[in-house]
RNA sequence: GGAGGGAUGGGUGAGUGGUUGAAACCGGCGGUCUUGAAAACCGUUAGCCCCGAAAGGGGCUCGGGGGUUCGAAUCCCUCUCCCUCCGCCA
């Protein structure tokens, strides 16, 4: 969410940045509206104080045992009117709430301005496509066959985008999880934590997937829970409404959680394994961070993140998005995608952003600052630190051998008691 | 699921209709003292919103929402969360 203040001192300059997101019309009249709650709230507050003052006067008068009955009077018509600009200024103030919360944060100077994924721009690259000396297989194809992944039966039990792992595919999955969570909190510093998978909407209004996006979560019907679409939200809104010491930053946590996305809007896209599944398992990385130094955050957090994958030996690169490619609460992104053989390119394995205090500001988080003591919104960073089915896939893809078993990354044999190569299972799927 | 008890500022915790935005203590900050520190003492210390160029003034906020009243932290309704006991349960 955006600074009231702010929106109304920079209303050209937020206007603008948000057409260089494609979105328009959000402010139309903000201006009218925003006066006129003014207006209602000061009649309103010019009663109540009046009101303040009779009010004490009255309670000096009763204890002397006087007659305050015409000034009571008075009073009550005082408080009518006070409804009455209330109300006024509150639909107004309603107003302007719902245009605010779903006005999506500011791109950050940096980021390159375009309309979508088309323009977007790569950074750097990591490792070399690796060129098949026979016709690499699709994981969906791979993976049935080595008897380590079943579409069909994961249809039966719960329907389309949905996977079953079995035997080396259901123990890879783990590795993968148990080694990123290893790289993340050993090596660059983050506190692992175990979230809720379940959460309220109040913690997805803090990080901005309420109430613009709630046609893409999970609900449990007759309450108030949701399934997350990714750990970002437990994670980011655990510090909801406190107020955190600066020496206390950067908070660097992480965690492993099942992710729960509908998916609607995206029929007919990606429906062949993996990639799309309204069930996928994640390792989050979240950073809170002083508003100072939240880029370099994202820098590093950037680099964490792909760290995963230059372990695992799995070509990469880096792009920015784009303005119009980019995320409602994040004002930069850096997305990481993997070379994928059977889509002849890189696809987004992670995606690593600063929302600055778009979140704070949602979710309350602030920071008391310098030897005055005052209170400021700190800055939320998060990314995937990496999406495991697609890491998953992207082995079987990559590390393929021309007689349809698969190459174990090193970094991964210890956690797969030093198993080198994923033959075809003989285990009943 | 049943019965009861709670929710107050950065923290602990007083406060049951009228100068209480809120005692006291802890913590933080500033100062006195000290070579320095500690101790002691003194002072200071919530957030948001509105008017104003500023100085300053005003409003709202005691878990959330609604109500009673001239006036609510205090009374009523409702929701959420926490705690205790019983039941059930991985």
């Keep these: 969410m955006l600074d009231l203040g702010y929106v109304r001192q920079n209303l050209e300059l937020v206007r603008r940045k948000l057409n260089d997101r494609g979105v328009s019309g959000l402010l139309a009249d903000f201006e009218t509206v925003d006066n006129e709650?003014?207006?209602y709230l000061v009649e309103a507050e010019r009663r109540k104080a009046r009101r303040n003052q009779v009010s004490g006067e009255i309670a000096v008068l009763k204890k002397q045992g006087g007659d305050a009955a015409s000034l009571v009077a008075e009073m009550k018509l005082l408080g009518a009117e006070i409804d009455d600009f209330d109300r006024e200024a509150a639909a107004r103030d309603q107003t302007l709430r719902a245009v605010l919360e779903r006005i999506p944060n500011l791109p950050h100077e940096s980021v390159p301005v375009g309309k979508s994924a088309e323009e977007n721009v790569e950074i750097r690259r990591w490792g070399e496509p690796r060129q098949f000396e026979f016709e690499p297989k699709p994981h969906w194809e791979l993976g049935p066959s080595l008897g380590i992944l079943d579409f069909d039966r994961a249809a039966k039990i719960a329907?389309?985008?949905?996977?079953v792992y079995a035997g080396v595919g259901a123990q890879l999955e783990r590795a993968l999880a148990n080694f990123m969570l290893d790289v993340h909190t050993r090596e660059h510093g983050y506190t692992e934590i175990f979230p809720p998978f379940i959460v309220n909407s109040a913690t997805l209004f803090g990080t901005g997937q309420l109430p613009k996006f709630k046609?893409?979560?999970?609900?449990?019907?007759?309450?108030?829970?949701?399934l997350i679409p990714t750990a970002e939200v437990p994670l980011t809104n655990l510090y909801a409404g406190e107020v955190l010491l600066e020496e206390s930053l950067?908070?660097?946590?992480?965690?492993?959680?099942?992710?729960?996305?509908?998916?609607?809007?995206?029929?007919?896209?990606?429906?062949?394994?993996?990639?799309?599944?309204?069930?996928?398992?994640?390792?989050?990385?979240?950073?809170?961070?002083?508003?100072?130094?939240?880029?370099?955050?994202?820098?590093?957090?950037?680099?964490?993140?792909?760290?995963?994958?230059?372990?695992?030996?799995?070509?990469?690169?880096?792009?920015a998005l784009s303005t119009g490619d980019l995320g409602f609460s994040?004002?930069?992104?850096?997305?990481?995608?993997?070379?994928?053989?059977?889509?002849?390119?890189?696809?987004?394995?992670?995606?690593?952003?600063?929302?600055?205090?778009?979140?704070?500001?949602?979710?309350?988080?602030?920071?008391?600052?310098?030897?005055?003591?005052?209170t400021a919104?700190?800055?939320?960073?998060?990314?995937?630190?990496?999406?495991?089915?697609?890491?998953?896939?992207?082995i079987i893809e990559n590390c393929q051998e021309s007689d349809g078993s698969v190459r174990v990354p090193e970094v991964l044999q210890p956690y797969l008691g030093g198993l080198q190569k994923i033959i075809p299972q003989t285990h009943h799927l």
């Design 159 to 163: 329907g389309a985008r949905f996977a």
């Design 377 to 394: 919104l700190l800055h939320t960073l998060n990314g995937s630190g990496v999406a495991i089915g697609r890491t998953w896939l992207a």
């Design 250 to 319: 950067p908070i660097k946590l992480c965690a492993w959680t099942a992710c729960f996305r509908s998916e609607a809007g995206s029929y007919g896209k990606d429906t062949r394994g993996l990639i799309r599944q309204h069930q996928f398992q994640k390792v989050e990385l979240v950073k809170l961070t002083s508003p100072e130094s939240s880029y370099d955050e994202l820098e590093s957090l950037t680099r964490d993140a792909g760290r995963v994958l230059e372990l695992l030996g799995l070509p990469y690169r880096v792009v």
């Design 37 to 39: 709650r003014r207006k």
């Design 330 to 374: 994040s004002a930069k992104t850096y997305d990481l995608e993997v070379w994928l053989p059977s889509s002849e390119g890189y696809r987004e394995i992670s995606s690593c952003s600063n929302c600055e205090a778009f979140q704070a500001r949602r979710a309350n988080i602030r920071i008391r600052r310098g030897k005055g003591g005052k």
């Design 215 to 226: 046609e893409d979560l999970f609900k449990l019907e007759g309450s108030d829970y949701w």
